[in-house]
């Protein structure tokens, strides 16, 4: 089993940054691919951001490309979101997950990830 806890969060303003962190426990061997997924009230739950092991590929939402930037920590592993720019629309809860898969279609679908956090609060007031 891995968990994962994520921190980071809060109450910012309008061009302010954040920077996520998603530490995993349990174990990390099989873990092939980490991403941050986010829920605003009222909305569907979306994807923002993926990172694959092999290469450390890295894919992006179209709205966060350029502000924000995924990145892991070898070797503990730990997952981080670094937002740039936040904008208000960029409030909701933001959620660490990781994929036991090597290789899926779609990183952005939510079905290619096997284990998820709790969620995390970012909030960006205008």
């Known amino acids: 089993q891995v968990q994962l806890v994520e921190s980071g969060g809060g109450l910012v303003q309008a061009g302010d940054s954040l920077r996520l962190s998603c530490a995993p426990s349990?174990?990390?061997?099989?873990?092939?691919?980490m991403g941050w997924f986010r829920q605003a009230p009222g909305k569907e739950r979306e994807f923002v951001a993926a990172i694959t092991e092999v290469r450390y590929m890295t894919y992006y939402e179209q709205s966060v490309k350029g502000r924000f930037t995924i990145s892991r920590d070898n070797p503990n592993a730990t997952l981080y979101l670094q937002m740039n720019s936040l904008k208000p629309e960029d409030t909701a809860v933001y959620y660490c997950?990781?994929?036991?898969?090597?290789?899926?279609?779609?990183?952005?679908?939510?079905?290619?990830?096997?284990?998820w956090g709790q969620g995390i609060q970012v909030t960006v007031s205008s």
């Open positions: 997950a990781a994929s036991e898969s090597t290789w899926t279609p779609d990183w952005a679908d939510g079905k290619a990830y096997h284990y």
């Open positions: 349990g174990r990390s061997f099989g873990i092939y691919a």
